[in-house]
Every structure is written in C-alpha cells, then in structure tokens.
C-alpha cells in the first residue's frame, strides 16, 4: 500500500526535477491539526536540495500527482509543505481482505532482499549470570534481529565473549577459596573477588568432580571450570528469554589466529603508534579525540581498544551489508575511539550502526527496589523472569527507547488490569478471540469467502470502525520504520494504540448482533485486530493467548 505511494511519488519527483536522485519519500500520520489521513514531508526534504520553498514544492508535485481516486480521494498542501493524503474508506477495507488473507505478506517489506545484516548484542563475559540489563540489552537484539528479517534480511546473531583475561583470573581464583572455604580451611577473601550464592554453587560443583584434593597449582583448570559453567548457564537463561544466537564469538580466537598482531602491524605501518610510559599507545588524538587511548598496558595487557578494532575487522571481513553493535552505557566513551582506529585503516565505518542502550532500574509502587541478593550483589536476569515471566519482562524492556533509562515498575509488570500495557493488548487478542467463538456458536463464521464480499466490507462505515482500519492500515509502515530507524519499541507502542482505539469500540458496537450482514462484516474487522496484534506481538517474541 505504501509502495504504492511511494512509487507515484518517485516518478512524479523524478519527471519534475531532472537529475535529482537522492531523496527519500516518508509517510506519517497526518497532524491532528490538519485534515488527512497521512502526510509525507517530502517537500521539506526537496527545498533544502532544490533552494526553494517548500509550499511551492508541495504545490507543484500535488498539481502533478494523478493518484488513482479508488485509493486516495483527496490530496492537498497542508502548513509550510506537506503533503497530506485521505484514504479513500473503500482501500481500507481492502485492507482487511489482505490482513485476513496473510498478515505477513500484508505487513511484507522487501527492503532487504539478498543483504545480510550481523547484529552483535549480550556480549558479557563469563563472569556472572546475566543481569537485568543484560536483559534489556538481549530483548532489544533479538528484536531488532527479528525486525530486519521481517524486511527480509539475511541477520546473523552474534555474541562475543572472552575467557581468559584478569576478570576471568579473579573468577577462578574466587572458586578456589570459596572451595577451600567448603573443605573447612580458613582463607582470606578479597573485597574485589566475585561474591555471591553463585560462587559458592561452582564452587560445591567443583569439589564433586575434581574431589577434595584441589589442583591449585593449576588455576586453569579452576578458570575453565567456572567459565564453562556460566556459559552454559547463560545460554540456559537466554534459552528461556526466547533468544537464540548463530554464533558465539571467543575474542581469544583473535590473538591466536594472529588479527590483533596484524592490526597492530597496519596501525604501526600508518604511524597510529607510539610507546610512552612502557604502554603502546593510539593517536585517537590525531583521529578526532580529545586524547590518546592506550592499546597495550604497561603490564602487556590489551585493552579493549585494540582488541575490539580486531573484532570488528574480522567481522567487516565477513561481507555483512551492515553490521549493528548493541552496547551498555558504560561503552558510550569507547566505541567512537573503536570506529576512529577502523576508519583509520580504511574501513567504511558507514556500515557499523552502535545502539547505546541506558540503565535498568527495578521500582515498586515509585521506589527503588532490590529483589534478592541470592545470586549476588545484583539482581538477576533469571530472578526477574521467574517473578514476571518472559511476556512482561520483554514486553517491559522493549517498551521505552534504547537511549532512555527505564523504570521497570514490579508492581506494574505483576498487575492484571488495563495499566499493566502486555496486559491491555494481549486482553485485545483473547477478547476477539472470545468474540469469534461466540459468533461461531451463533453460527456466524469467518470465511473466504465474506472477506471478499464487498457488500459486507462497505458496512463498516461509522468513525469508530474507519478509525480501527486507518489504524491497522499503518501496521506495515510501523514495522518498516522500526527496523529502518533500529528503534523496535514503534511496534510496542503501535500495540498498545492498536489495543486503545479497539476496547472502545467494543466496548459502543455490538459485533454479533441481530442483523447478520453487520455482524459478519464486524468479524472481518476485529479478526484483522486480532491477526496484527497477533503479528506484532509475534515480532516481539511475546504470546498471543486466546484466552485470559
């Protein structure tokens, strides 16, 4: 439907302005203060290439524009320049045809076609099980993953680890004294050391397998142990958050295949280097920065300048069209230096897209919580899910922009009422569900063959009902821009408006009543309510239960 238009807005723009190729049409709903059903800034974008005005723009593509009237009855100039369009009530209906048909081939956007698209997110080392903001951060990917392949992407999922290293040290050397402790010897236990329940689990594992007698002379074996293990339990964990990967990375590979060396060899060979203090240092200073960053420490250690440059490297080598990074806040003073020593080299940074997402905070009726310190001295993600379940705890992660820190209300997220917002659109499907089996049971069913009766379609004409298939009507354009800007909590939000313009209307119309035409042309409507909300919430990983 929005091929459509973009199309007749192409070639309109291309036969009025000769050579003018880069621009891009956008569709919005229309202002509330303008009439119209959507509206494209178009015009805005053209004045800045064409040093003209705007209004005088949009006057002239719309004297131009020869829309079929069957899908667009009226085209005006709205404000300083835009664009905005009424449907025509007839293509809105046709919509629900389409909904009903094949959600998926209704909302389909082909924008993605034969390009592949590595998404990196998660990324914690085995040091812990995986925290709420590893949470936010696991949701956020697998949906943003789930968007590009409803665009018919090629996405690989990846995440990067490293098992070795100083944290990994303090880890293997905090299993052993936490085993000596369990074998009855008094041992001092740093402050810096990995406290918590689940030290303690390892370390009571580690006794069953290797016995009493403790390798300490091989503190690798202890490494290996408790890096394994939590491995295995954060995939458990992301198992059960519904996210699955196609690659685990071990930054390790890295040094022993030989990229961080021949990095540091062409960032030699360009004279990005220099040593100073016992420490290799990178020009970040000559590349943008505000200072220098250190590669390698006095003490030989990499740091995750140099090693992250190797990483993306490896990855720009691997021919993905883009490649998206899902990082913490606490990597936003990092990255910039990262993409500055790759495009130092010669790679086109362009395809790398850095998603910072902020912190997560756990509420209860306003105040901060913390939920238990059973695991360790932070909240666990598994100890979220248990308390909420997978629905409310991706449905509460996604729903707030990445770059917003987010209030995760407990009180909210355990409520079954319409302020709780999974609650209030999966209530939506499960209610039209009730509906349609009611409808059944009066022996008024849906069918093929009423989804193509126009007859019946065109009975769907008061506000409330337009104002339902304008709403469905913009589904594809809100998955389109989802995934185009990376900003998956659109869908969310979209659901939560889809779910607040249907309970009203259930709430004034009868959809099984005593006339039977009306009653069948309402199953169509609230069937394509249920098969969008069924869909979006299918993008974000959540059920669509039938009944509450």
């Known amino acids: 439907m929005y091929k459509y238009l973009r199309n007749q807005f192409h070639d309109i723009i291309k036969s009025l302005y000769t050579g003018l ?38 006057l002239e593509i719309v004297e131009s524009l020869q829309l079929d009237d069957n899908k667009i009855s009226r085209t005006e100039v709205a404000g300083g320049g835009f664009i905005n369009l009424t449907i025509n009530p007839d293509w809105l209906r046709s919509s629900l045809k389409a909904i009903n048909q094949d959600v998926k081939e209704f909302r389909r956007i082909s924008i993605g076609e034969n390009k592949k698209i590595q998404v990196e997110f998660v990324s914690a080392n085995p040091t812990g099980p995986l925290t709420i903001g590893h949470g936010r951060q696991a949701v956020i990917g697998d949906i943003i993953s789930r968007l590009y392949e409803a665009c018919g992407y090629n996405v690989s999922r990846e995440y990067y680890f490293n098992n070795t290293g100083r944290q990994m040290r303090i880890l293997a050397d905090s299993v052993r004294l936490r085993c000596k ?25 580690f006794i069953e397998k290797y016995g009493k007698d403790l390798p300490e002379d091989e503190p690798d074996t202890f490494m290996t142990f408790a890096a394994n293990k939590i491995i295995e339990g954060i995939k458990i964990t992301l198992n059960t958050l519904g996210v699955d990967f196609d690659n685990f990375f071990n930054e390790n590979s890295l040094i022993d295949d030989g990229e961080v060396l021949d990095v540091l060899e062409l960032l030699q060979d360009n004279d990005l280097t220099y ?4 420490a290799l240092w990178l020009k970040t200073s000559e590349l943008g920065a505000k200072q220098d960053r250190v590669l390698i420490k006095s003490t030989g250690e990499m740091t995750y300048r140099l090693l992250d440059i190797a990483y993306h490297r490896n990855k ?6 883009m490649l998206i990074d899902i990082f913490g806040a606490d990597h936003i003073g990092t990255y910039k230096d990262v993409l500055a020593g790759l495009k130092a080299l010669g790679y086109d940074i362009d395809k790398i897209q850095v998603i910072i997402h902020q912190f997560v905070t756990l509420t209860e009726n306003g105040e901060k919580i ?25 449905f509460f992660f996604i729903m707030r922009s990445a770059n917003s820190h987010l209030n995760f209300d407990l009180a909210l997220a ?6 709780n917002p999974v609650f209030y659109v999966q209530y939506g499907c499960a209610r ?5 089996r009611f409808a059944k049971n009066q022996g008024l069913e849906y069918s093929e063959d009423i989804v193509m009766d126009e007859n019946l379609l065109a009975k769907l004409d008061s506000n409330e009902e337009l104002e339902l298939m304008k709403k469905l009507f913009e589904y594809p354009r809100m998955v389109e821009k989802a995934a185009i800007n990376i900003q998956p909590h659109i869908i969310p939000a979209y659901l939560i408006e889809l779910a607040k313009v249907f309970h009203p209307f259930y709430h004034e119309y009868r959809v099984v009543s005593d006339n039977k035409e009306l009653s069948l042309a309402r199953i169509i409507l609230v069937r394509a309510v249920r098969e969008v909300i069924r869909d979006g919430l299918g993008l974000l990983g959540i059920s669509a239960p039938d009944q509450m």
């Open 432 to 436: 039209i569900s009730s509906i349609l």
């Open 316 to 321: 720009l080598n691997r021919d993905f069209d």
């Open 181 to 205: 402790e369990l074998l009855g010897e008094k041992t001092e236990f740093p402050d810096n050391y990995y406290q918590g329940e689940y030290i303690i689990e390892l370390a009571t594992e």
């Open 275 to 278: 040593k100073e203090d016992g």
């Open 21 to 58: 190729t880069e621009f891009e049409v956008q569709f919005d709903r229309a202002p509330g203060n303008f009439e119209g059903d959507i509206a494209t800034p178009l015009a805005f974008d053209l004045a800045q290439k064409l040093k003209r005005n705007p209004r005088e723009i949009a």
């Open 370 to 394: 913390k939920m238990s310190t059973r695991k360790a001295n932070f909240v666990t993600l598994d100890e979220l899910i248990e308390e909420v379940g997978v629905d409310v705890t991706r």
């Open 414 to 419: 355990k409520s079954e009422s319409d302020e």
